[in-house]
């Protein structure tokens, strides 16, 4: 949303202001650049967050700072800003904040790929460790379904 409202506030101070053409390209490119960023790094975090995967959480965290550095430049260093640009620029450097705020303070529980966590009467899985499996004493991980019981 706020870079269909960068776009659409672009084309108008192309039609509108005496901006160089050197200076429209460069803020349209950026423009696209933190369009990518920012899809990719939304992208990351959410995958990250529904698989409990911290590379993908950490390439978000590091995506953030592009993009943050992006939304600045629109922010500050624009050729015009519109009052209305500088309040979308704030409200996104605050979802940013806040996003790596919680990122920072509430990381992903680490989960074992072998153990899956289960609670009530469903069925979970466990490891189970055989000394000799006909392979030169190598210990192996079979899967052995139980259930198991909360009271």
Request: proline share 5%; with cysteine.
């Amino acid at each position: 949303m706020f870079m269909l409202c960068e776009l659409g506030m672009a084309m108008f101070k192309i039609a509108n202001f005496p901006i160089p053409t050197s200076n429209y390209v460069s803020e349209i490119v950026l423009l696209i650049f933190v369009c990518l960023t920012e899809s990719s790094r939304i992208f990351l975090g959410r995958k990250g967050n529904l698989t409990g995967n911290s590379v993908c959480l950490l390439l978000s965290i590091i995506l953030l700072i592009p993009s943050a550095l992006g939304v600045l430049y629109f922010l500050l260093w624009q050729t015009y800003v519109f009052r209305l640009e500088a309040i979308l620029c704030y409200i996104q450097l605050t979802f940013q904040s806040l996003q790596l705020l919680f990122s920072v303070t509430h990381p992903p529980p680490y989960r074992n790929k072998c153990l899956p966590a289960r609670m009530g009467n469903t069925p979970t899985f466990a490891r189970k460790h055989s000394d000799v499996d006909g392979h030169g004493g190598k210990k192996a991980c079979s899967l052995t379904k139980h259930t198991t019981l909360l009271i």
